[in-house]
């Protein structure tokens, strides 16, 4: 289990980051609609990188395990584990932005360039959380190297708004990014509730003097079994049940781990929405003069 670096500080909320109860998605989200108000995104990334490099602990792993609980070993093992190949120079990223002055004098990159930098290679890379097998499987790891993306432009946008000029291109790039991770976590979803039943099946047969519904789970492997006498009724919508019994696992599934997520996103899509109008053509807007 992560905590945030500097917890000496005072007047700071703890960022406990498991891959369970709290994954960076979920973090990031909760900081984003302000539920974290002491805490800066300088602050969320160093909790990130402990997530990710603490001995003994396997972030990913956690994450795949919750996934699992879903969708069994119906998962994109490839791309999987190139995340977690990937985690490396994500690392590296995060921490070169978090260290990047504001202003450099040349000699080191600003955050300007860092953010740069940390943009292109999340992009770059976008196919491995993308996934074109499986996608459903990938969901989570989707929604956290998104997230990081996400928070790193809008750092980057507010990091380079100053009073007397326009706002930031990167208010821009930040729009631009949030509508391409809306639609596609919300195709995510849907992607996910169409495949989880899918993999359900139910078949009618007669065995003796009953009429037996059975439905399975390829999931899971479960079999539910109602039976009823030739001539009589009670089991036909035992089928339909079992399937809304799994549709019910999806949606606590998806209101635990990604709907906050998805929310905090659209919000602050509204607010980018409000700001691109007016944006500059400069990253830093102080060039314009």
């Not at 670096?5 to 609609?33: M, P, Y």
């Not at 009073?163 to 809306?182: A, F, M, R, T």
Request: glycine share 4%.
């Amino acid at each position: 289990m992560a905590t945030s670096g500097n917890s000496s500080e005072k007047d700071r909320s703890e960022i406990v980051i498991d891959g369970r109860q709290n994954t960076i998605a979920l973090s990031i989200a909760h900081l984003l609609i302000g539920l974290f108000p002491n805490d800066t995104v300088r602050d969320l990334l160093n909790a990130i990188l402990d997530a990710l490099t603490q001995p003994e602990f396997d972030y990913w792993g956690e994450v795949k395990d919750e996934v699992m609980l879903l969708v069994g070993q119906y998962i994109n093992e490839h791309n999987i584990n190139q995340v977690e190949v990937y985690q490396e120079d994500l690392q590296t990223l995060m921490r070169r932005y978090n260290d990047a002055p504001v202003d450099s004098d040349g000699t080191y990159p600003d955050k300007n360039q860092q953010a740069a930098a940390l943009s292109t290679s999340i992009i770059t890379h976008r196919y491995l959380i993308e996934a074109a097998v499986l996608p459903q499987s990938m969901i989570l790891h989707f929604e956290d190297i998104s997230s990081i993306h996400i928070v790193v432009l809008k750092d980057a946008a507010e990091t380079y708004s100053f009073e007397g000029y326009p706002p930031s291109q990167w208010w821009v790039d930040l729009d631009k990014q949030l509508e391409h991770y809306i639609a596609y976590a919300e195709y995510l979803e849907e992607s996910l509730r169409t495949w989880r039943i899918s993999v359900l099946t139910c078949e009618t047969y007669t065995s003796g003097n009953y009429v037996v519904f059975m439905a399975r789970d390829g999931v899971t492997g479960e079999e539910s079994e109602c039976r009823e006498l030739e001539g009589t009724t009670g089991c036909e919508n035992h089928c339909a049940n079992f399937v809304t019994h799994k549709s019910i696992e999806v949606e606590k599934f998806l209101l635990v781990k990604t709907m906050d997520v998805i929310s905090a996103w659209k919000e602050l899509k509204q607010q980018t929405e409000e700001i691109i109008g007016s944006a500059s053509g400069f990253y830093d807007p102080r060039n314009e003069k």
